[in-house]
């Protein structure tokens, strides 16, 4: 599903934790489910829907799953407070604005449609017919789907998932090889790239699965945040180490950069390139670049991030903070001897033991 803006998915997603197996609002929704029943449940502030509801039964009452059960089988939309505490109403007729345009041809789904773009209401369409629930928050439309099938899809994306992420950790050793041998070229770090972005978007899909399965995803959860543990972190140290900072660019910008491609545009190296402030063509890619040694530095035990700052400001690159001196080092603000010999050694250790690795 494709969404206009991160606030919309966010917004979708709020909405499908609050209807997620394991919640009174789902309980409600299953129970008339099973029985064939349709109902048109609307959640939101009730002063801001008060201007087009017409007629029904003042309620305000607690609201529970048996209550909102009973109540949706009258003909009305039944209206609950967006907290989920209050129903306000049952068997109301819904009079949205009729010029608001709708692509739903049925009047029940239509009027739901109507009602969740003219207000910040959420409103939920079950049709009797189909035995479907379809959810509609502002302009987007978003169907249903019954756990097994939807456990079935994130157990596949979980394995998709495992095996990018085997590849984007031998990827990410191979870029420390050339690293060391100080041999990086554009288009090593633009597969790298490519990789990890497919991996946040694949892990962003599972994220959404997770909001659908609810109490049934706990699993799915943990396994996504075992295969996601120091990626993101990683990301953004690689759009540190090789981004171009001009025109007041920041590795922020270059992420939120990132994210808008397209997929067909996240495939193309050059694309990828010029996101990360290169510019011409095909031949960029095969330009030499040098890392300034973010990633690497954070691979060093207890440097906190202040002083990797320092480090890169001062010498510029890896290639010259691996070069300098302990003496070296103890200039810069804020690191001391001490600090100094073991940002030296952990950085000697990592490089045999990057070299040990490209060996075997």
């Given at each position: 599903?494709?969404?206009?803006?991160?606030?919309?998915?966010?917004?979708?997603?709020?909405?499908?934790?609050?209807?997620?197996?394991?919640?009174?609002?789902?309980?409600?929704?299953?129970?008339?489910?099973?029985?064939?029943?349709?109902?048109?449940?609307?959640?939101?502030?009730?002063?801001?829907?008060?201007?087009?509801?017409?007629?029904?039964?003042?309620?305000?009452?607690?609201?529970?799953?048996?209550?909102?059960?009973?109540?949706?089988?009258?003909?009305?939309?039944?209206?609950?407070?967006?907290?989920?505490?209050?129903?306000?109403?049952?068997?109301?007729?819904?009079?949205?604005?009729?010029?608001?345009?709708?692509?739903?041809?049925?009047?029940?789904?239509?009027?739901?449609?109507?009602?969740?773009?003219?207000?910040?209401?959420?409103?939920?369409?079950?049709?009797?017919?189909?035995?479907?629930?379809?959810?509609?928050?502002?302009?987007?439309?978003?169907?249903?789907?019954?756990?097994?099938?939807?456990?079935?899809?994130?157990?596949?994306?979980?394995?998709?998932?495992?095996?990018?992420?085997?590849?984007?950790?031998?990827?990410?050793?191979?870029?420390?090889?050339?690293?060391?041998?100080?041999?990086?070229?554009?288009?090593?770090?633009?597969?790298?790239?490519?990789?990890?972005?497919?991996?946040?978007?694949?892990?962003?899909?599972?994220?959404?699965?997770?909001?659908?399965?609810?109490?049934?995803?706990?699993?799915?959860?943990?396994?996504?945040?075992?295969?996601?543990?120091?990626?993101?972190?990683?990301?953004?140290?690689?759009?540190?180490?090789?981004?171009?900072?001009r025109d007041e660019r920041n590795p922020e910008m270059?992420?939120?950069?990132?994210?808008?491609?397209?997929?067909?545009?996240?495939?193309?190296?050059?694309?990828?390139?010029?996101?990360?402030?290169?510019?011409?063509?095909?031949?960029?890619?095969?330009?030499?670049?040098?890392?300034?040694?973010?990633?690497?530095?954070?691979?060093?035990?207890?440097?906190?991030?202040?002083?990797?700052?320092?480090?890169?400001?001062?010498?510029?690159?890896?290639?010259?903070?691996?070069?300098?001196?302990?003496?070296?080092?103890?200039?810069?603000?804020?690191?001391?001897?001490?600090?100094?010999?073991?940002?030296?050694?952990?950085?000697?250790?990592?490089?045999?033991s990057i070299i040990m690795e490209s060996h075997t």
């Amino acid at each position: 599903m494709e969404y206009r803006s991160d606030s919309q998915r966010e917004r979708l997603i709020q909405v499908l934790e609050m209807v997620a197996p394991g919640t009174e609002l789902r309980e409600a929704v299953d129970r008339i489910l099973q029985i064939g029943s349709g109902a048109l449940i609307v959640v939101g502030n009730i002063s801001e829907l008060r201007p087009i509801m017409s007629g029904g039964f003042n309620i305000n009452c607690e609201f529970t799953a048996p209550r909102l059960f009973e109540l949706s089988k009258m003909d009305g939309a039944v209206v609950v407070s967006d907290d989920l505490k209050t129903i306000y109403s049952a068997n109301v007729h819904l009079v949205p604005d009729p010029r608001i345009p709708s692509s739903e041809a049925g009047m029940k789904h239509r009027t739901a449609e109507r009602v969740a773009k003219q207000t910040s209401a959420f409103v939920l369409a079950i049709s009797e017919k189909m035995r479907t629930v379809s959810i509609y928050v502002g302009d987007m439309h978003f169907t249903l789907e019954n756990i097994p099938l939807v456990l079935a899809r994130a157990d596949q994306a979980l394995q998709t998932l495992s095996r990018y992420r085997a590849r984007l950790d031998m990827e990410f050793n191979h870029l420390n090889t050339l690293e060391v041998e100080d041999m990086v070229a554009l288009r090593d770090v633009v597969k790298v790239v490519q990789r990890v972005e497919t991996i946040m978007r694949i892990a962003d899909e599972i994220s959404f699965q997770v909001s659908e399965l609810g109490k049934d995803g706990r699993l799915v959860s943990l396994q996504l945040g075992e295969l996601m543990a120091g990626v993101e972190r990683a990301r953004l140290m690689l759009i540190k180490d090789y981004y171009v900072p001009r025109d007041e660019r920041n590795p922020e910008m270059v992420l939120s950069e990132l994210e808008s491609l397209t997929t067909e545009e996240l495939v193309d190296d050059e694309r990828v390139a010029r996101a990360l402030g290169f510019s011409g063509g095909a031949e960029v890619l095969n330009k030499l670049v040098r890392p300034k040694g973010y990633r690497m530095l954070s691979m060093v035990p207890r440097i906190p991030t202040i002083v990797i700052n320092k480090l890169v400001e001062r010498f510029e690159n890896l290639r010259n903070i691996m070069k300098a001196s302990p003496a070296l080092l103890d200039e810069v603000d804020g690191i001391g001897e001490k600090r100094a010999h073991a940002i030296k050694k952990g950085l000697e250790r990592i490089t045999e033991s990057i070299i040990m690795e490209s060996h075997t």
